[in-house]
């Protein structure tokens, strides 16, 4: 795959002979057209296409949150979503599963929060965590909550490190829901790795 810098050729995007031109970032990419195969798939390549079927379905419901907690240089921060969560889908062709315990909605170098706790009264859900002087106190802290059941997100971002706790409301319709949370924290220049702060039913 070549990149070119600067727009010789202006805005140039599909398929030349067996040349493929694409706009990506502001940049003009040129790979190899592919040629596909008409050979039958084996188990092992149905098998990960029914994974990027699911964690496709994933992506879509995180699609809010994932440019908050993801960047990458090479490649959009929805496909780094794709690759680091691609090992969260398990099992077998036709029984697959998500392990929601290892979603990973960030990804960096700050300290992560300790002594974490996850409640809900009501629609209210709350995260707390022991802040202690660890860290600094004015990182931002991002809560992400999840419904698989209707492949929804909802984020409550705003609350500094050293105040201990962030509250979201929940939509009604997510009464009666199972729920997954995480939690991570940030600034302008980086963010913690995200944490699994379980899951209950609202």
Partial sequence: MAKLTR????????????ITFANWK????????????KADP??????????????????????????????????????????????VVEGTIGALTVDYTNILVSRGNLVTLNGLGFTAVGTNLT??????????????????????????????????RSSGTIVLSAPAAWVTKEVHAYIYSGNEETKSTSQYLGSLTI
């Fill in 7 to 18: 727009k010789i050729l202006g805005n140039v995007n599909g398929a030349v002979g067996d």
């Fill in 26 to 37: 502001g940049r003009t990419v040129i790979k190899a057209k592919s040629e596909g195969s």
């Fill in 42 to 87: 084996t188990p092992a390549q149905l098998l990960v296409r029914e994974k990027f079927k699911v964690l496709t379905e994933l992506s879509n419901a995180f699609v809010q949150v994932i440019p908050l907690g993801l960047e990458s240089a090479e490649i959009t921060s929805y496909n780094l979503f794709r690759r680091l969560n691609f090992p």
């Fill in 127 to 160: 995260a707390t965590w022991t802040f202690g002087d660890y860290g600094d106190g004015t990182d931002k802290i991002t809560l992400v909550v999840y419904c698989p059941e209707l492949k929804k997100t909802v984020v409550a971002t705003g609350a500094l």
